[in-house]
């Protein structure tokens, strides 16, 4: 029986429908079995097509059989074409859903940019006016160069203080 399956299909497939007669294509006859198979190909004319007699030699039994086969074949197929179409939906889905998390992904990504840019603009804001308070303590020279104002520290005063003693200390030291 599972070997008249691709047979029967391929005849369903090519759109042949007289199966009752056995007869197909320009005269071929198909000779099917109630065991299943292809049991032999043989030339036939149309005035010479007659119920084919299985092995319990009825005619009606084979028809009914091969018509039993054939429905089996087209709900196999409708079942077939279901799957398949909700495969093909199911697809779908899970392409739309990857181009929505991809439309996403990008547009955190564009924020994450904005984000960076404004922070990178508050920056240079910042160094602009950092650069400015440093241009008020400077002093431009008649001749356009700039002179750094004289800073005076009081780390220069204590090292000072620090020499005297030490010269103090060397007096004495020389007097004795």
Known sequence: MTTCIPHLLFLLLCGVRALDRRTWHRGMMVVWLGRGGAQATQPLSDQSAQPVSGPSGSGGNLSSSIETELMGFEHSLAQLRRDFEADLARAKEEEEQ?????????????????????????????????????????????????????????????????QEPAAEQQEPAAEQ
């Open 98 to 162: 990857e181009r929505r998390k991809a439309e996403e992904a990008l547009a955190a990504a564009k924020q994450q940019e904005e984000a960076a840019s404004a922070e990178v603009a508050k920056q240079e804001q910042a160094a602009e006016f950092s650069i400015k308070d440093l241009g008020k303590t400077t002093t431009t020279e008649a001749d356009g160069s700039r002179k750094e104002p004289a800073v005076v520290t009081t780390e220069q005063e204590p090292a000072a203080e620090q």
